[in-house]
């Protein structure tokens, strides 16, 4: 039977010092996945990049598998953040408008290390659940129907619980992986892309519109 691999942090960063350490451990972490790859990434290799002892790295994470999910946590936050912003700046705007935005806004939060975008989507589906994660979907769903929600007259579709999803799913799912795939894309390509997605999603929302 395989051994049971524990992904909780030993103990919370409660005082700014910590904080600090944690975060340094957590900067070392992706930059030892981006240069080296998951399978040899090791909490030795961490803890010397990050310029601290071993035993200073166990005293906040368990293993390697604690501090990868820790970082995707890091990471599912700041896009949580930047959409939290997103959203704000879109409220008054129409549907076509609002979703150009965001798929712009998903599309560059993508691009800020695509290497470990690809590192994620690699490592994350074998880890199995990770602690948080739904937290920060439910989140993220909420934010996107409440949206919806204020533009039910403009909206075409009566279920907007299956418009949310479709809708957040579809826009993570191609703006993560048209970064993978094409990390050197122009910004003419992306500026292509981000035209692509909005069409796509202002035809489903309202069909009879057109992406202005």
């Keep these: 039977m395989a051994r049971a691999v524990s992904t909780i942090p030993r103990k919370s960063a409660s005082q700014k010092r910590s904080q600090a350490t944690v975060d340094t451990l957590l900067d070392a972490t992706a930059r030892v996945l981006v240069r080296e790859g998951y399978d040899r990434a090791s909490t030795n290799r961490i803890a010397a990049v990050a310029g601290v002892s071993i035993g200073s790295l166990y005293q906040y994470f368990p293993g390697k598998e604690a501090l990868v999910t820790a970082l995707v946590a890091r990471h599912n936050r700041e896009m949580l953040a930047l959409l939290r912003g997103a959203m704000a700046a879109v409220a008054t705007l129409s549907v076509a408008e609002a979703v150009r935005l965001l798929v712009a806004a998903m599309i560059d939060a993508h691009r800020v290390d695509p290497e470990l975008h690809r590192i994620f989507d690699e490592q994350v589906p074998r880890m199995g659940?990770?602690?948080?994660?739904?937290?920060?979907?439910?989140?993220?769903?909420?934010?996107?129907?409440?949206?919806?929600?204020?533009?039910?007259?403009?909206?075409?579709?009566?279920?907007?619980?299956?418009?949310?999803?479709?809708?957040?799913?579809?826009?993570?799912?191609?703006?993560?992986?048209?970064?993978?795939?094409?990390?050197?894309?122009?910004?003419?390509?992306?500026?292509?892309?981000?035209?692509?997605?909005?069409?796509?999603?202002?035809?489903?929302?309202?069909?009879?519109?057109?992406a202005a």
Excluded: K, N, W
Aim: hydrophobic share 45%; with cysteine; aromatic share 8%.
């Design 129 to 210: 659940q990770l602690a948080g994660i739904e937290a920060i979907e439910q989140e993220t769903f909420a934010l996107v129907r409440a949206f919806f929600e204020a533009r039910h007259d403009e909206i075409t579709v009566r279920d907007l619980d299956t418009a949310t999803y479709i809708c957040v799913t579809s826009v993570e799912t191609l703006t993560h992986d048209f970064v993978i795939r094409r990390p050197e894309a122009s910004a003419a390509e992306q500026a292509a892309m981000v035209e692509e997605i909005t069409r796509l999603l202002v035809g489903y929302l309202e069909p009879t519109a057109r």
